[in-house]
């Protein structure tokens, strides 16, 4: 008896530590990948709708439906409800969810997916319109700084031929910078690009789901993580779910709008940090502040930071010190390319 219980532990141990199926290649992350992502089309009347459907593994999906546009492109940040589906025999079916822990149906929406096509009804629009079906299409968005050139006087840090300015810095996939290193040079107060693509992790959830970041001074941490869709609601009890999408200063504020886009597609962070300010005599006139752009839309604007992170000594402040920039590695295959900075006085 206590040898079959010891092996039932330890099959259940190393179930748990099996690490969830992480996609580069679009062509191999399967029929998931296809029917994930983001949808924008109208009602009848005109009126404008989007869909963000996320991808949960083995055929089955949650997403949410917005009123006005996709983030960043229309919504109007407020009017949003949530749906759940399923694959069966070639089309991808939705209903909508609602209430606690979004554990019921709500008949006021009913969709499928075939194709690149979503059509269905939504009724919760019935008292604005008298005729609530939809059709809507798949998008692909792009960031507008995506494949920004260097500016004059910029430092090239990474544009896929070298990683001379990196320490133990690996190029993966031909020509992309891999997590785990951070640069030789150490900045103040600095603007920085940085492009990044997160992986297809369908079976992973929270902070396991194609996890990295960007630390400036290697102290500040601006959160890489596939957070396609997370809203307050779909995600009211996880971890670190506000704090911790992309774009958020980890444990401290998350971003303004979630402009994460599906994983897979190439993203956008454009960082201006503007170190502290001390005067001939040491004494601090200013504290360090930090301005965030995803995917070309300002997410964090003049935020104040603290003297030092959560849970670090006071006394260990690093406000007068220069830092690298650090690209986490947190075991996800998050890459990253056309990596640049301007340093400012």
């Not at 679009?26 to 949808?39: H, S």
């Not at 752009?293 to 603290?306: E, I």
Request: net charge neutral; with cysteine.
């Amino acid at each position: 008896m206590r040898v079959t219980l010891f092996l039932l532990c330890a099959a259940l141990l190393l179930t748990a530590a099996e690490p969830h199926a992480a996609f580069t290649d679009p062509a191999q992350a399967g029929p998931d990948f296809l029917v994930q992502g983001e949808y924008a089309g109208t009602l009848p009347n005109g009126f404008a709708l989007a869909a963000q459907v996320i991808a949960l593994g083995n055929g089955k999906f949650e997403g949410v439906l917005l009123a006005g546009g996709l983030p960043g492109a229309g919504w109007d940040e407020k009017t949003r409800f949530h749906f759940k589906g399923e694959t069966r025999e070639g089309a991808t079916r939705f209903i909508g969810i609602h209430g606690e822990k979004l554990m019921f149906e709500n008949q006021n929406f009913e969709s499928e997916i075939r194709g690149e096509v979503f059509r269905g009804r939504a009724d919760m629009f019935r008292n604005a319109v008298d005729d609530t079906s939809f059709a809507m299409r798949k998008v692909m968005r792009q960031s507008p700084t995506q494949g920004a050139p260097p500016p004059p006087g910029a430092i090239t840090l990474f544009n896929g031929s070298s990683v001379d300015e990196w320490v133990n810095g690996r190029i993966v996939d031909g020509n992309l910078l891999a997590p785990g290193t951070e640069t030789k040079r150490h900045f103040r107060s600095v603007q920085i690009h940085v492009e990044f693509q997160s992986p297809f992790m369908p079976t992973a959830a929270g902070m396991a789901r194609g996890n990295s970041g960007v630390y400036v001074k290697k102290e500040w941490e601006v959160q890489i993580v596939d957070s396609f869709g997370w809203d307050s609601e779909n995600r009211k009890f996880e971890r670190l779910s506000g704090t911790a999408r992309s774009a958020g200063i980890h444990e401290m504020v998350e971003p303004r709008l979630n402009m994460n886009y599906p994983p897979l597609s190439w993203q956008t962070f454009d960082i201006d940090f503007t170190a502290a300010r001390f005067d001939a005599t040491g004494r601090k006139v200013a504290p360090a502040m930090i301005s965030v752009r995803h995917n070309g839309v300002l997410v964090h604007d003049r935020f104040v930071l603290p003297l030092v992170g959560p849970g670090e000594d006071p006394k260990k402040s690093k406000d007068k010190e220069p830092g690298p920039l650090m690209l986490q590695d947190h075991k996800n295959p998050v890459r990253f390319r056309n990596v640049w900075v301007v340093e400012r006085n």
